[in-house]
């Protein structure tokens, strides 16, 4: 059932992906990436690549959500820039749960891309916002996307209610996972936010849901740089406020997970470093943040509200990485709490962090 390097090779043969010819030519190699699923990059020379990906474990949610990815890739297929976006799918097997794609070479993600370089492009910035609005703009008729993605969620992302309900298993979660909804419930402020903001959540259209930089592919095609965003697993009919927000609090929560397994640094410490490294990437926030509104034709006069309400979902967002951090941890971090702190920053006066953490000009 699971695959395996070993038993790769004959499966991808099976399904006419890989020849003989292929393995015996000394240019075939098998590279285990997984991550939360079994994922392998597989090289076959002349021939190119593929990627393969195979969920974890058998069980309902896992196969939903592996079908759903499916269901999304073969819907971006009627439109052709979302999914020149997207990584190709060429292959679904639901009997092994699996999906085969078109192996994009010599890329990176994000993440590692800005740990690496330590600098922000402004072609990079421009690029992710042209990925966000090509589908951000689409309309769906709902009945439609029920037919063709039944599993599709239409719901609001857990966080906004963790302090009140945990919805995960008890045995799955840490303790600091668990003392972190502590931790919410001990700022009012705070979840009156979350209460408030749960309130003006919109289902609109499709979204990512769980974009990061882990989820945005870069490479280089005939010498110019390319985006794929990837992990369409969660895709959601909901806010697409929540996609926009997901990458501001990409950059703003970039210098506390950099180490985020480094315990010797204090709450104090990493919330000065996060200031200070901020206005390295102004520039690249504000081109993601106009190439975004231009791709979505949003009227100038719009804008200032608009972007004040991603920067609260933001703000949200970002409690979601501090819950993410802390799993298998013995107790809430230092990072986790710097989290929360800027959260809670952001939420009682948005307009300041746009300035002051995001670097908008006032006026924005």
């Known amino acids: ?182 931790l919410l419930r001990s700022k009012p402020a705070l979840t009156e936010h979350l209460d408030r903001l749960f309130e003006t959540w919109r289902f609109e259209t499709l979204i990512h849901a769980d974009l990061k930089w882990d989820n945005c592919l870069i490479y280089h095609d005939a010498g110019q740089p390319k985006l794929k965003v990837i992990d369409w697993e969660l895709v959601e009919f909901g806010d697409r406020r929540w996609d926009v927000a997901s990458v501001f609090q990409a950059y703003l929560s970039h210098s506390i997970m950099r180490h985020y397994r480094d315990q010797s640094q204090k709450r104090e410490q990493l919330l000065q470093h996060t200031v200070d490294s901020m206005p390295m990437m102004f520039a690249s926030i504000d081109t993601f943040w106009r190439a975004y509104c231009d791709g979505m034709q949003l009227a100038v006069q719009d804008r200032p509200l608009h972007l004040l309400q991603c920067l609260e979902f933001s703000a949200v967002r970002m409690l979601c990485t501090a819950f993410e951090s802390l799993h298998g941890a013995a107790e809430v971090s230092q990072h986790a709490q710097a989290l929360v702190e800027l959260s809670q920053q952001i939420l009682d006066a948005p307009a300041q962090a746009a300035v002051n953490l995001f670097g908008f000009a006032e006026e924005n």
């Open 1 to 182: 059932m699971f695959l395996t390097a070993a038993n790769l090779v004959h499966y991808l043969t099976a399904r006419g992906f890989v020849s003989p010819c292929d393995v015996v030519d000394g240019q075939f190699s098998v590279i285990e990436a997984g991550q939360h699923n079994r994922n392998f990059k597989v090289l076959s020379g002349a021939r190119g690549g593929i990627f393969v990906k195979q969920i974890q474990a058998i069980d309902r949610l896992a196969q939903s959500s592996l079908l759903k990815e499916a269901q999304v890739y073969r819907l971006a297929q009627k439109f052709p820039e979302w999914a020149a976006s997207m990584p190709v799918l060429l292959d679904y097997d639901q009997t092994r749960h699996s999906l085969i794609f078109e192996l994009i070479s010599d890329s990176q993600n994000l993440r590692e891309y800005y740990y690496q370089q330590n600098t922000f492009p402004n072609s990079l910035a421009g690029l992710l916002a042209e990925a966000l609005s090509c589908y951000h703009r689409l309309s769906f008729d709902v009945n439609a996307l029920d037919a063709t993605i039944p599993d599709l969620q239409k719901k609001i992302p857990w966080i906004f209610t963790y302090y009140k309900k945990s919805y995960f298993p008890p045995k799955s979660l840490s303790v600091g996972a668990v003392q972190f909804a502590e």
